[in-house]
């Protein structure tokens, strides 16, 4: 069974919240865990979390999880060096790997199915890209073959999966998520989604 990478982006400093989204709670868990949780669901997944801001505090969340976590020393520039760093050391760890998956911690009805689905879909599409689809748009979760590695990892500042979407949108397949609109950048949308649940 082929391995995917799964790279879990949780470097950025959640600044329109002014706490860390990643370990706000819901349905028992933090979101950041719940997408591990998701993530570690997939077969043969190998699981990165890339950290930054708050580092120490989500160090302490990742203690007991199965991830494998690197810090982004340079998170403040954007996402592009997440990306980057998440991306060297999953080839690290897994020279052979032909596929990874970027996601995000914010979604907080991310489930396993998404990441099931875009594997699935990646395999009958023969789209070297493959995205979820949500509110009109293209996003993450997004599955990249290898074949753009290398252009993920020369992404620079605030540039992001959506970026290489848009770029190559002939080589692009999505599979449905249609919650994945909803996401957590202020404490009104978590209230949203603790008084909705």
């Known amino acids: 069974m ?4 799964i790279i ?16 706000l709670e819901y349905n028992g868990y933090t979101l950041l865990r719940n997408t591990i949780i998701q993530a570690k669901l997939i077969p043969d997944s190998f699981v990165i979390v ?31 060096s997440s990306i980057s760093i998440g991306l060297q050391q ?3 760890s897994n020279p052979q790997i032909k596929t990874c998956i970027f996601t995000v911690c914010d979604q907080p009805f991310l489930t396993a199915q998404v990441f099931k689905d875009l594997v699935d879909q990646y395999k009958t599409s023969g789209k070297g890209i493959i995205a979820s ?11 990249f073959s290898n074949t753009y590695f290398e252009v993920l990892e020369n ?13 190559y949108n002939d080589d692009v397949a999505s599979v449905p998520f249609e919650k994945g609109a909803v996401d957590i950048d202020t404490i009104d ?8 649940s």
């Open 2 to 5: 082929e391995e995917t990478g």
């Open 8 to 23: 879990i982006l949780a470097a950025g400093n959640s600044s329109r919240l002014g706490k860390p989204k990643q370990l």
């Open 50 to 80: 890339v950290t930054g801001a708050y580092k120490k505090n989500i160090d302490e969340e990742l203690a007991y999880t199965a991830a494998k976590v690197v810090s982004n020393p340079k998170w403040e520039t954007g996402m592009a």
């Open 90 to 92: 999953l080839r690290l």
């Open 133 to 143: 689809a949500y509110a009109e748009t293209l996003g993450t979760p997004v599955l």
């Open 155 to 167: 992404l620079k500042g605030h540039e992001g999966a959506k970026n290489v979407i848009q770029l």
């Open 189 to 196: 949308d978590y209230n949203n989604l603790i008084n909705q």
